[in-house]
């Protein structure tokens, strides 16, 4: 069992930046690929971010956010972390992360385990 806890949401204008971060707890967080999703009322959820377990040297964005978000993770802290730059107000929306029992984040693996999620608000 892994759990997770984001924070670092916030209220922020058009163009500013915003980090949040993941901090998943147990002893075998390599083992587990990482990811950010978000949501809106009356959406499902919306893949933003994914990074590859151990090194996390495979990232991949979704083609809304690529060249804005920077995901990392640091082991030696079990945290991941979504730097979000020149934000619009399109990005307003709960953040999850989740943390995907395998080399990569897919619905498909054995155990995915989900954060309560952060607001992130976005003012034009």
């Known amino acids: 069992q892994v759990q997770l806890v984001e924070s670092g949401g916030g209220l922020v204008q058009a163009g500013g930046s915003l980090r949040l971060s993941c901090a998943a707890s147990?002893?075998?967080?390599?083992?587990?690929?990482m990811a950010w999703f978000r949501q809106t009322p009356g959406k499902e959820r919306e893949f933003v971010a994914a990074?590859?377990?151990?090194?996390?040297?495979?990232?991949g964005y979704a083609d809304s956010v690529k060249g804005r978000f920077t995901l990392s993770r640091d082991n030696a802290r079990n945290t991941v972390y979504l730097q979000m730059n020149s934000l619009k107000p399109e990005d307003t929306a709960v953040y999850y992360c989740v943390a995907s029992k395998g080399a990569y984040y897919s619905d498909a693996n054995e155990s995915n385990y989900w954060g309560q999620g952060t607001q992130v608000t976005v003012s034009s």
């Open positions: 147990g002893r075998t967080f390599e083992s587990y690929a």
């Open positions: 990074i590859s377990w151990s090194s996390g040297a495979i990232t």
